[in-house]
């Protein structure tokens, strides 16, 4: 089983943001060519959302190609309309407006950032502590901040670029981009791996003549159908409604919706408010693909893998999934159990039960002790320390790498930069201390440079860099 694996006041002046951002790479940081960022996003909290919204119609959107995406965000209060019961669908988003939505869909409440004061000065008031969640879960990077403009209209390959990195997709084919797109040959690396990302999972689509138009504004429009699809792709969906006729049918979970459980759990139960019996011409052999097990993985419910048997009987008021003894849960993960609906009825009336679905009756399970799982040069000048969780900023974090020590025995060798994504510390090493084919270095922290973990110099770990 695999381990699990989330600015806008008058911008400062150029001088002054030189000098905070001082330790601020302009290029493209290493961590971005290392695939992308699921820092700590792996879950997109619907819950959050299903607020009692009041929604009506917007009088200009009726005939609008993206009216059904659009009522949908506005009825689990992700975007907001103007006065007049006025949506504006063609007018520009900007980049403040793109992440404060960004961040509604995003399940990142940490703010633990050493440029909070800066962050706060970049940004309005308006957005809350979205500017600072996103900062922490990376999907706003250091060289970003730089440049911020945040009142400028967001494009297309921008809104592409932070979708993917809350997304934490694996392993982006660049064949179906590629084939398709015939200004392809405008982006950078990274850019093109960021557009083929969205394209692929079908959420960022271009026009019928083959053109992406990544520079492009994005309008308020096309941005409700892109957060409509990043949540609900491949399953992304991650239900968390009320149980269906749970105060009718069920009196109990256990565990509870929404808690955290210990890795040992291996017994689930539904306790019914009344005793339960089969519909009539179903039985106990159409439990097992009845009930379901899954786990929440690369934003998405999928198969759990787990070997569990199922225990009812008619005319009792419980039923319970209880694990293989040879089965345990992973550590930080989150877990949903179904159950059909159509099988079970109460037992004295005819009064079907309508099931439990994917992702209704979620739990998360208790974090297993940070730790390394590997140190990898990726190149000449890069180093990624990966852990076998997500990992967030210790008070010393510096991005230029500073309390970071690379060593080529009892030389230290220089780190220009430092950067974290998901489970992943990168370190980008100065270009006069390029690592050398076949030869062994060590890696370790002075201070509190990853949360909650320490790697002292006694305990540094080796690596041999292979070209």
């Excluded at 002054?16 to 792996?42: D, N, V």
């Excluded at 879950?43 to 009522?71: C, G, P």
């Excluded at 409700?224 to 105060?247: C, E, H, Y």
Aim: glycine share 6%; proline share 3%.
């Amino acid at each position: 089983m695999k381990k699990l694996t989330k600015l806008m006041v008058t911008l400062l002046s150029v001088c002054l943001l030189t000098t905070l951002l001082a330790s601020a790479a302009w290029a493209t940081p290493p961590w971005m060519k290392e695939k992308q960022l699921p820092p700590g996003l792996q879950m997109l909290q619907q819950s959050r959302h299903h607020q009692n919204t009041y929604v009506y119609s917007f009088i200009d959107v009726q005939n609008h190609w993206a009216k059904k995406e659009i009522e949908k965000m506005q009825s689990k209060g992700i975007m907001k309309g103007y006065e007049h019961q006025l949506f504006k669908p063609q007018k520009p988003v900007t980049k403040n407006e793109a992440i404060a939505i960004i961040m509604r869909v995003v399940d990142h409440k940490d703010t633990s950032t050493d440029k909070a004061e800066l962050i706060k000065k970049i940004f309005p008031s308006w957005m809350g502590s979205a500017p600072l969640q996103a900062y922490d879960a990376g999907i706003i990077a250091d060289w970003e901040l730089m440049a911020w403009n945040g009142n400028k209209p967001a494009t297309r390959i921008e809104v592409a670029m932070w979708l993917c990195r809350a997304s934490g997709d694996k392993n982006v084919s660049l064949k179906e981009m590629l084939s398709f797109a015939k200004d392809a040959d405008q982006l950078s690396k990274d850019e093109l791996y960021y557009a083929a990302a969205m394209y692929n999972r079908g959420i960022m689509r271009g026009t019928p003549e083959g053109y992406f138009n990544p520079f492009k504004p994005i309008s308020r429009g096309e941005f409700a159908v892109m957060i409509s699809r990043f949540i609900s792709t491949d399953d992304l969906d991650n239900d968390t409604d009320d149980v269906k006729d749970s105060k009718e049918f069920i009196k109990e979970l256990s565990p509870a919706k929404n808690s955290k459980v210990a890795v040992d759990t291996n017994k689930f139960a539904v306790r019914f408010t009344d005793d339960m019996a089969f519909v009539d011409g179903k039985d106990m052999e159409d439990l097992p693909a009845a009930v379901k097990i899954f786990k929440y993985q690369n934003n998405k419910w999928v198969d759990a893998g787990l070997e569990y048997a199922i225990v009812f009987t008619e005319k009792d008021d419980e039923l319970t999934v209880k694990l293989d003894n040879s089965e345990t849960l992973d550590h930080n993960a989150k877990y949903c159990i179904s159950i059909a609906g159509g099988i079970l009825q109460k037992d004295d009336e005819d009064n079907v039960f309508e099931g439990i679905n994917k992702g209704q009756w979620a739990f998360t399970t208790e974090n297993a002790e940070l730790a390394v799982d590997q140190v990898k040069a990726t190149d000449a000048t890069t180093v990624v320390v990966m852990f076998n969780q997500n990992i967030s900023k210790g008070k010393d974090f510096d991005a230029s790498g500073n309390g970071i020590h690379v060593m080529d025995g009892d030389t230290e060798l220089d780190v220009d930069a430092a950067s974290i994504s998901g489970n992943k510390l990168t370190i980008t090493l100065d270009t006069d201390d390029s690592l050398k084919d076949g030869e062994e270095y060590k890696v370790w922290f002075s201070g509190d440079i990853i949360k909650d973990f320490t790697l002292d110099e006694d305990a540094a770990i080796e690596f041999e860099y292979q070209d």
